[in-house]
């Protein structure tokens, strides 16, 4: 089963998404913030990752940067989904790592499960 | 000096005054974007009929509030931003944009339309910015027409000024004499909220105009017996001329 990291800390909308995505046959995962992502990615080995940008305390720019820096984590795809999508191009974060970005602000239900699909294909 | 010092303090206060307002409209995106969310969830279950009409509601009106915090948030990037402008197409711009407000209007009891031109016009502007003047002068006029009118988009050339003017019509109460003196003359001073129409800030028109403005474009407004029109009017392109 493939493995999904969510990194959100809104409790509400991290609840929303885990189970749209767990319906959707996904093994997944769910971090509030940076830190406890760290451990999570460490213990899970996720297939993929998805990441909020603006999380409380470090953001999410910080853990890609560390994502980066280590030889097993550094090709995890990840996926942005964020509030901040106008703000961002995608072809500035390929090198982070990232493969997708998703406007939470627009975003319908089955959005997140075909950005996975297309991160793994 | 005295002059100049009032201008400046005016301006910072008015600067500082758009800074408070955009990082208050970033602020609301999440908990809009949430609620947009839940909506959605709850919308894809089971549900009546009648409640299905009050989520598609919520979505909307959430959807509704997303536009404007964007819009405010992408007015405060307008001179931090380089932005592209291209021969744009204003009538296929409009089809676009009348079919995903289309469920809005609906909702409401209201259509919208584009008036078609069999030569099409095009005009010099960015894409984004032309679309949320747009997106907002419909959403204007979505709230001041009348149930069951349509509100209509019109492309028309102003040949001696060399621009194009796209403009929503909306059928609803008019303006009175006093609302429309005060629309004027706000329109023609801004930075400033506008008020668009009694019980609106006319904050989405003050937007309308910074985008119009960074596009050297106008917008402005005409009054009729039986509603009113808002207009962009930005640079003619001169493309299709020099073929």
């Known amino acids: 089963m493939t493995k999904v990291l969510l990194v959100e800390d809104d409790p509400w909308l991290a609840e929303l998404e885990a189970g749209i995505l767990t319906k959707a046959g996904y093994d997944v995962t769910l971090s509030p913030h940076a830190p406890s992502a760290i451990v999570a990615i460490d213990s899970v080995k996720p297939d993929v990752i998805i990441l909020d940008v603006l999380l409380t305390g470090s953001t999410a720019f910080a853990l890609m940067h560390e994502l980066q820096s280590y030889g097993d984590t550094h090709a995890t795809p990840i996926i942005l989904c964020t509030n901040m999508a106008e703000n961002l191009k995608l072809e500035d974060l390929a090198s982070y790592g990232v493969k997708r970005i998703v406007d939470k602000t627009t975003m319908q239900l089955d959005d997140l499960p075909a950005a996975i699909r297309g991160v793994l294909l | ?243």
């Open chain 2, 1 to 243: 000096m005295n002059t100049c010092e009032g201008s400046l303090g005016e301006s910072a206060g008015v600067h500082h005054e758009v800074s408070s307002l955009t990082a208050a409209a970033h602020e609301l995106k999440s908990p809009l974007a949430l609620v947009r969310q839940l909506a959605l969830q709850l919308e894809s279950g089971d549900v009546t009929d009648e409640q299905r009409r009050l989520v598609q509601q919520i979505t909307l009106t959430s959807e509704r509030a997303l536009r404007l915090t964007s819009d405010l948030t992408r007015s405060a990037r307008l001179e931090d931003a380089l932005f592209d402008v291209e021969p744009i197409n204003p009538e296929q711009l409009c089809r676009d944009i009348v079919a995903e407000l289309a469920p809005l209007f609906e909702a409401h009891g209201r259509s919208l339309a584009v008036s078609h031109r069999s030569h099409p016009l095009l005009l010099v502007a960015n894409r984004d910015l032309l679309r949320r003047i747009i997106m907002n002068f419909s959403d204007n006029a979505l709230y001041y027409s009348q149930p069951g009118t349509a509100v209509h988009m019109q492309i028309v050339a102003l040949k001696k000024a060399g621009t194009v003017r796209v403009g929503i019509r909306d059928y609803g109460p008019a303006l009175s004499a006093d609302m429309w003196r005060k629309l004027q003359k706000k329109l023609k001073h801004s930075p400033q909220s506008i008020h668009a129409r009694p019980q609106s800030s006319g904050l989405g028109l003050f937007i309308a105009s910074q985008f119009a403005e960074a596009m050297q474009g106008t917008i402005g407004a005409t009054r009729h017996r039986d509603g009113a029109t808002f207009y962009v009017e930005l640079q003619a392109s001169r493309q299709l001329s020099l073929l």
